[in-house]
């Protein structure tokens, strides 16, 4: 069969859930045999989210190439279970440094260098790379951001020509709109949704489903009402009702017949009948009553969950499989500094430090590890967790508060965290980190090795400073074990307290390979931990 593409656009306002609608119907796809791919087209400027605030932007997902991308490529890959490729997160800054180059390497030959058609068949070009570079026979395309913003325009444009370019029957457009309700009335209004779609159509592209999202039920006469303006079929509109819990939505979706619809509209046939006994279990286990677990999420970007959106998916996903319900609790670092917080952190069960950057907050972290260790509450250290955790270890062993990360403290007389040898003389930021997967050996008899189960791993990484191996020494004698390290025995990739329950940091991100259904060893075994000490 010819690579089929289906492409998501926004309408009336941003954050209606595009990115797990589309990470749904992708999963619907799957389960009938297809093989799947995702593409998000961001339209901003910056080459990739590497180089953006956690507040501007939420997390930076990374994948196994070591492409840093957007949060979205998270709920793909959770979602439909496949791991993808830096093709699969484009971006308007991507794409014109490309142009931008081949204009100056001459390789357009004198010519006039245009948004329509240099811009548009980049766009296109990168789009056709995503069923070349992963063997998709589906691939969605979603694009960021809302149709009228005009920096979206190019990314729509290409969409528009990839139909005459590929034809109707590879094609299909997915509309996703907000439903707004009016309080005073008690209606939902569809004008918004009609006004997106003509925008839409002004650019050429006609819209083959619409996907209304509301806060409240959506009755028969309303959609209905969206077919008719919107002209789509009465089937094509799917009403979907937010709900607490995204991963119901696939199963909502299914209900509502849209994977019947797409198949259908692309002219072909399921490969196999649905499972989703797996899906449903996993519904009905979410939903149910369980014991719960204070879990302290204790990071800097706090203000902003979706800044830790992949650890907090971890922690529920192995909360999920030990039948608990773990109950986050959000601590602000530099509040603790301030002798803040510490009545949220004291009732907690589980401790986890996240990854971060910069100065601001890391005291407090550091506070935080050195009362799960005197205490002996389960701790889970992410990258920056892990650095702060042999930090604050460092500091018992050595007395003084002067032992640091060469990231916070240049002139530290005990740098145990010190930059890469091959991090030094980097002087730009953009995508020149450690990034991507790479192998870590565990140590036989470890906790790490004990909730892996398994000798070798490879983990997604994304940092400049490591442990510093000048102090394996002192450390191992006072109590640190390295329980994994990369194969060529330079990088420390995993450290543990031995006298401690379970008190582990990993160099690497744990968070971004936990699956729903597979969730890490990791974090099962920090929820383990706290059960065990909770007697449940
Ligand atoms: N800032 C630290 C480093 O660059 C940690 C990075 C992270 O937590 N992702 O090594």
Redesign the pocket.
């Known amino acids: 069969m010819s690579t089929k593409y289906i492409f998501f656009t926004g309408g009336v306002v941003s954050s209606v859930g595009k990115g797990v609608t589309a990470s749904a119907i992708g999963r619907i796809l799957k389960e009938r045999g297809f093989a799947v791919a995702v593409q998000k087209l961001d339209p901003y400027i910056n080459v990739d989210p590497g180089t953006m605030s956690p507040y501007q932007h939420g997390e930076v997902y990374v994948l196994d190439d070591g492409a840093e991308t957007d949060l979205d490529l998270g709920h793909y890959e959770r979602f439909i279970d496949i791991s993808l490729n830096r093709v699969c997160n484009v971006t308007t800054g991507q794409v014109y440094a490309d142009v931008i180059a081949k204009e100056r390497r001459g390789d357009y030959l004198g010519g006039t260098i245009q948004v329509i058609p240099h811009i548009t068949n980049e766009i296109k070009r990168r789009i056709g790379l995503v069923a070349k570079t992963t063997g998709a026979e589906i691939v969605i395309v979603e694009v960021g951001g809302t149709v009228g913003d005009i920096e979206s325009l190019p990314f729509l444009e290409a969409l528009r020509q990839m139909r005459s370019d590929i034809g109707r029957q590879n094609t299909m457009y997915v509309h996703v709109t907000w439903l707004p309700y009016i309080g005073a009335t008690q209606e939902l209004k569809t004008k918004p949704t009609q006004h997106s779609v003509r925008e839409l159509r002004s650019i050429g592209i006609t819209p083959d489903m619409i996907i209304a999202r509301s806060d409240l039920e959506v009755d028969e006469d309303l959609c209905k009402k969206i077919a008719l303006f919107c002209d789509v079929e009465r089937r094509a509109v799917v009403p979907m009702v937010t709900t607490d819990l995204l991963y119901e939505v696939p199963l909502t979706l299914e209900g509502l017949g849209v994977g019947e619809y797409i198949l259908e509209r692309l002219g072909i046939k399921a490969r196999r009948k649905p499972e989703w006994e797996p899906w449903k279990k996993l519904v009905t286990e979410t939903r149910r009553q369980k014991p719960t677990v204070e879990i302290a999420l204790v990071g800097k970007y706090v203000e902003l969950h979706d800044a830790y959106m992949s650890v907090r998916e971890a922690i529920s996903h192995a909360a999920l499989a030990e039948g608990v319900e773990a109950n986050i609790r959000w601590v602000h670092s530099a509040e603790l500094e301030k002798g803040n917080c510490w009545e949220i952190l004291k009732e907690a069960q589980g401790i986890v430090v996240p990854?971060?950057?910069g100065s601001r907050g890391t005291e407090g972290k550091i506070l935080a590890a050195r009362y799960a260790r005197e205490n002996k509450i389960p701790y889970l250290g992410?990258?920056?967790g892990m650095?702060l955790m042999v930090v604050e270890f460092g500091r018992t062993i050595f007395k003084t508060d002067r032992v640091n990360s060469t990231?916070f403290d240049r002139s530290t007389p005990y740098p145990v965290i010190d930059l890469m040898p091959d991090q030094r003389g980097i002087a730009d930021l953009g995508g020149t980190?450690r990034l991507g997967l790479y192998p870590c050996e565990l140590q036989p008899g470890t906790i790490s090795a004990e909730a892996y189960g398994v000798e070798l791993v490879q983990e997604r990484h994304?940092?400049?400073?490591e442990f510093n191996n000048a102090y394996r020494k002192p450390y191992e004698d006072a109590g640190m074990r390295f329980s994994g390290i990369s194969p060529d025995g330079r990088l420390v990739e995993i450290a543990e307290i031995a006298d401690h329950p379970f008190m582990l940091g990993t160099q690497f991100?744990p968070e971004f390979l936990s699956r729903p259904n597979r969730p890490h060893p990791l974090f099962v075994g920090l929820i383990k931990a706290v059960k065990e000490q909770a007697g449940l």
Not at 462 to 465: L, S
């Open positions: 990854g971060g950057f992410l990258c920056l650095q990231e980190m994304r940092h400049r400073f991100h």
